[in-house]
C-alpha cells in the first residue's frame, strides 16, 4: 500500500474514531430521553444530529459557501501559526494579530475614498502590515529581552482585545448613535467581492474572495518555505537554533522576521472578516478563531497543504454545527469536542491502530514544537 | 558551596545593558510620577484593618516619590548598587505602585487589606495550576493543557457538590483533573503523541464537553445540579490576629491553605526529596536516569496524573472556593496565565507562585481601582494584568531555561 493510501486511511479512522466518542457523548447527555428510559429517541437525536452536520456542510451551494466561510480566517490565522512554528516559535497571539489586522484595514476600508481596484488591495495590505507590526512585538522581546513567546503572545492577546474595546468607541471609529463598541462600516469600494457573485445576487451566499487570499497566502507560505534563503533559514533555526547560529545565520533577526510574517498572515485574516464578511468590526470580529487556528496548524502538522486542509475540515464542522443545532437541541459545541478529537486521533496514529486493530507501520509524525528552548 | 564567588567587578556586557535598562526605566517611572500622580490632590485612605487605615497626600508623594526615583536613577546610571540592586528595584516598584494607588484614590479611601486579600484568593487556580505544569514539565512532559485540566474540573466538581457536598465534589474536581492527567500521560508517553498537540486537543476536549453539558444537562437543571454555597474562610487562631497580615494570609478559604502547602510541599520535594532528584534527572537527561535504575516512564506515569490532582483542586476553586455554580468557559484562559506563570518563575514552584501573585494583585487592584473615577477607560484597567505581567517578564525576567527533555518521549533500550 503506497504512503499516500496509508495516511489517508489512518486520517478516515481517525475521523470515525472521533464521530464515534462525540455519539456517545450526545446519548449520554440526552438526560431526559434516558431518564425515561426511551433509547430510541436518544438514537434519533444522534441520527438528525450528524444528518445536519453532513447537510449544513455540503449538502448545498449555500452549505458550501458556508463551509469556505468559516475556513477562510481559520486558514489564514492557521498559517500564522505554522509559520512560527516552522521556525520553532509558538504562536498563541494569532487572536492579537488579527485584532490589530482587522483595526488598520477597517482605518483604510473607512478613511479613504479610492476605485476598488486600489482600495481593496491597499486595506489588505494594511491589514498585513498591521498584524505583521504587532505580530513583530512578541518576536523583539524574545531576540532582545529572552522573554518566552508563549507567555508574550497570551499577554498581547489580552492587550489587544482591551484596547480594541475602547478604540471602537472613540470618535474615530465608532459608529453614529452607538455605545456599544462596534465601527463605522467600511466603504464599499474596500469590500472583497463575493466568491458566487457571478451567481446573481444570492444574499445567503456569504462565501468572499478573502479565501483567495487565503490560498494565495498558502502559496506564498510554500514558496517561502520551498523557494526562498529566508524560508529555509527560518527551518533551520526551527530545527535547531545553535547549529543556525554556528551555520552564521543571524537567528535573532530571523524571529523577528518570522514572527511578522506570521503575524501578516493573521493581519489578512483579520482583515479579510472586516473586509469580506463583515463590513464593519467589533470587538469579537477574532472571536475563537486565534485559538481554534492553533488545532488547524497542528492538525495541518505545519505544513502549507496540510493548513489548508484542516481549516477547510474545521470550516465544514462550523457550518454543518450550525445547521446541527438548528435541527436538533445538540449544541454547536459538540463542534469544539469533535475537533479535539479528530486533531488527538490524528495525532496518535499508535492509538487508532490499536483501536482498529488496523496491521501494518502506523505512520509516526515528528514533533511540531521543539520543547520551550533556552 | 565550594566555587569561589564571582567578584562584583567583573560585569557582562549583558549585565551592563540591563543596569542601565533598569536606570533608564527609573527615569521613565519618575517622569510618570510628576506628570500622572501629582495631577489629583486630596489624601487617599488605606484601610489596614477593620478600624484603622493610614493616608497618603496624593500629590506630596507624587513629588517625592519622583524627585526619590530621580536620584536612584542618578545612582544606578553611575554607580550602580551592586548586590542592593534587587533590593532597590523591589522598594522602587512598591513607593511606584503605591503611589499609584495614593492617586487613583485620592480624596477617598479604600480597604488595603482586602485588595490584598483578595489577591491572594485569585492566585490560587493560577498557582495551583502552575504547580501542575511544574509538575509535569521538571518530569519532561510539556503540559499544555491546564486549562483544559482546571476547567473541566470546574465543571465537574461544581455538579458533583451540587448534588452531595463540597468534600466530594472537591474529590470529583480532582478524579476529573487525574482522568485528565492521565489521557496525557497515556498519549504522550505509550503513544508518543506530540504532547503539545495532546495537550491542546485535551484543552479543546475540556471546553467542548464542558460548553455541552453547560447548556444541554447544567441550564435545564440548575436547581439541582448548578447551585452549591461556596466554602467559607476559616480564621487560624492567633495567626489571623497578626495585625495587617493575619487578615491577608490567614483568614482565607482552605483553598489557599492547599495552595500554600502545595507550594511548599512541591519545593522541599523537587529539592530535598530522593523522589525530586529523580524527577528533576527525568527532565533533563532521562536516559543517564534510565541507566542508573529510574523507571522513568513509571515515574512519569506518577507526577502526571499527580499534576492533574493538583489541577483538580484548582479548577474546584471556581464553583467551590468562590462563585458557587459552574458558568461556561468560566476558567476564562487562566490556565495559560498558569502557564506563563511556570515560564515566569522559571520552574520552581516559589517563583510561579509570585507570578501567579503579580497577575491577581493586578487584577485585584482592577476591581478596587474601578470604582474610582480616574479618567482612566475602564479597557485599560481590565488590560492592567496582561500588560503588567507582560512588562514584568520582559523587564525583569528575560530568558529561562525549561527542562531539557520537555517534549521528548522516552523508550527504554
Known amino acids: ?374 | 558551596m565550594s566555587t569561589p564567588a564571582t567578584p562584583d567587578l567583573v560585569v557582562s556586557a549583558e549585565q551592563r545593558k540591563r543596569a542601565r535598562s533598569v536606570g533608564i526605566a527609573y527615569l521613565a517611572l519618575a517622569v510618570v510620577c510628576f506628570v500622572v500622580f501629582t495631577r489629583r490632590a486630596g489624601d487617599a485612605g488605606f484601610k489596614i484593618s477593620e478600624s484603622s487605615q493610614f493616608t497618603l497626600p496624593a500629590q506630596g508623594f507624587g513629588w517625592v516619590l519622583g524627585i526619590v526615583l530621580i536620584a536612584v536613577a542618578a545612582g544606578q546610571l553611575l554607580r550602580g548598587f551592586g548586590k542592593l540592586s534587587n533590593v532597590v528595584l523591589a522598594l522602587a516598584t512598591a513607593a511606584f505602585f503605591m503611589s499609584f494607588l495614593a492617586w487613583a484614590a485620592a480624596g477617598d479611601s479604600f480597604s488595603f487589606v482586602g485588595m490584598l486579600q483578595d489577591t491572594v484568593s485569585r492566585s490560587v487556580p493560577i498557582t495551583l495550576g502552575a504547580i501542575a505544569g511544574i509538575l509535569s514539565e521538571r518530569s519532561g512532559v510539556i503540559n499544555i493543557s491546564i486549562e483544559g485540566m482546571l476547567l473541566a474540573s470546574a465543571c465537574t466538581s461544581a455538579i458533583g457538590a451540587s448534588l452531595t457536598n463540597l468534600w466530594l465534589g472537591t474529590l470529583v474536581g480532582i478524579v476529573t483533573g487525574v482522568a485528565l492527567a492521565a489521557v496525557l500521560a497515556v498519549m504522550s508517553i505509550r503513544y508518543k503523541v506530540d504532547q503539545v498537540i495532546v495537550g491542546f486537543a485535551i484543552n479543546f476536549f475540556a471546553l467542548g464537553v464542558t460548553s455541552f453539558i453547560s447548556f444541554r444537562v447544567l441550564v435545564p437543571n440548575r436547581d439541582t445540579m448548578n447551585n452549591l454555597l461556596p466554602v467559607m474562610p476559616i480564621r487560624i487562631p492567633l495567626f489571623a490576629d497578626i495585625p495587617f497580615f493575619g487578615q491577608i494570609l490567614f483568614d482565607q478559604t482552605i483553598f489557599v491553605y492547599f495552595s500554600f502547602a502545595a507550594v511548599a510541599l512541591a519545593t522541599w520535594g523537587l529539592y530535598r526529596t530522593k523522589w525530586g532528584l529523580r524527577t528533576r534527572a527525568i527532565g533533563e537527561y532521562p536516559r543517564a536516569a534510565g541507566t542508573l535504575g529510574v523507571d522513568v516512564n513509571k515515574l512519569r506515569y506518577r507526577n502526571l496524573l499527580l499534576a492533574g490532582a493538583v489541577a483538580g483542586v484548582g479548577g474546584a476553586w471556581w464553583p467551590i472556593g468562590i462563585v458557587g455554580r459552574f458558568d461556561q468557559n468560566i476558567t476564562n484562559g487562566r490556565g495559560f496565565i498558569a502557564l506563563a506563570a511556570v515560564i515566569f518563575g522559571r520552574w520552581h514552584p516559589v517563583g510561579a507562585m509570585c507570578g501567579a501573585l503579580v497577575f491577581a494583585l493586578a487584577e485585584a487592584v482592577r476591581l478596587k481601582i474601578g470604582n474610582f473615577d480616574t479618567g482612566i477607560p475602564s479597557e485599560f484597567l481590565i488590560m492592567a494584568p496582561y500588560l503588567v505581567t507582560l512588562v514584568v517578564v520582559a523587564g525583569f525576567i528575560g530568558a529561562s531555561r525549561a527542562p531539557k527533555a520537555a517534549g521528548q518521549p522516552y523508550e527504554d533500550q
Request: proline share 2%; charged share 15%.
Open chain 1, 1 to 374: 500500500m503506497s504512503e499516500t493510501l496509508k495516511s489517508l486511511r489512518f486520517t478516515l479512522l481517525a475521523v470515525v474514531a472521533a464521530l464515534f466518542v462525540s455519539a456517545f457523548i450526545i446519548v449520554i447527555t440526552d438526560i431526559e430521553a434516558l431518564g425515561d428510559g426511551d433509547f430510541g429517541k436518544a438514537f434519533s437525536t444522534l441520527g438528525s444530529a450528524y444528518w445536519g452536520l453532513f447537510k449544513g456542510s455540503f449538502g448545498s451551494l449555500r452549505a458550501i459557501s458556508n463551509t469556505i466561510t468559516g475556513a477562510t480566517p481559520l486558514l489564514l490565522a492557521g498559517l500564522a501559526v505554522s509559520a512560527a512554528f516552522k521556525a520553532g516559535l509558538f504562536n498563541i497571539g494569532a487572536t492579537g494579530q488579527m485584532l490589530a489586522g482587522a483595526v488598520t484595514g477597517l482605518f483604510v476600508g473607512f478613511a479613504f475614498q479610492l476605485p476598488a481596484i486600489i482600495h481593496v488591495p491597499f486595506a489588505l495590505l494594511a491589514s498585513a502590515a498591521g498584524g505583521a507590526a504587532f505580530g513583530a512585538i512578541p518576536g523583539v522581546l524574545k531576540a532582545r529581552t529572552g522573554a518566552h513567546e508563549v507567555i508574550t503572545t497570551i499577554m498581547l492577546n489580552g492587550i489587544a482585545s482591551f484596547t480594541v474595546l475602547w478604540l471602537f468607541k472613540t470618535e474615530l471609529f465608532k459608529r453614529e448613535g452607538r455605545d456599544d463598541a462596534i465601527s463605522k462600516f467600511v466603504e464599499d469600494s474596500a469590500k472583497l467581492p463575493k466568491l458566487f457573485g457571478f451567481m446573481g445576487n444570492r444574499i445567503d451566499l456569504l462565501a468572499h474572495t478573502g479565501f483567495i487570499v487565503g490560498l494565495l497566502a498558502t502559496f506564498a507560505f510554500w514558496w517561502l518555505l520551498r523557494k526562498t534563503t529566508l524560508g529555509f533559514e527560518m527551518q533551520a533555526t526551527g530545527f535547531n537554533q545553535e547549529a543556525a547560529r554556528y551555520a552564521g545565520m543571524r537567528t535573532k533577526s530571523l524571529m523577528v522576521v518570522s514572527m511578522a510574517i506570521a503575524g501578516a498572515f493573521a493581519g489578512l485574516a483579520g482583515g479579510s472578516e472586516v473586509l469580506g464578511l463583515y463590513g464593519y468590526a467589533s470587538s469579537s470580529v477574532a472571536g475563537e478563531i486565534g485559538f481554534d487556528a492553533i488545532a488547524v496548524a497542528l492538525l495541518g502538522r505545519s505544513t502549507p497543504v496540510g493548513t489548508l486542509v484542516s481549516a477547510l475540515l474545521f470550516g465544514a464542522l462550523q457550518a454543518g454545527g450550525r445547521q446541527m443545532q438548528v435541527d436538533t437541541d445538540v449544541p454547536i459545541d459538540l463542534i469544539i469536542v469533535l475537533r479535539a478529537l479528530i486533531v488527538m486521533f490524528i495525532a496518535a496514529p499508535l492509538l487508532v491502530k490499536a483501536m482498529f486493530r488496523v496491521r501494518g507501520d502506523a505512520t509516526s509524525f515528528g514533533q511540531t514544537f521543539r520543547g520551550w528552548g533556552g
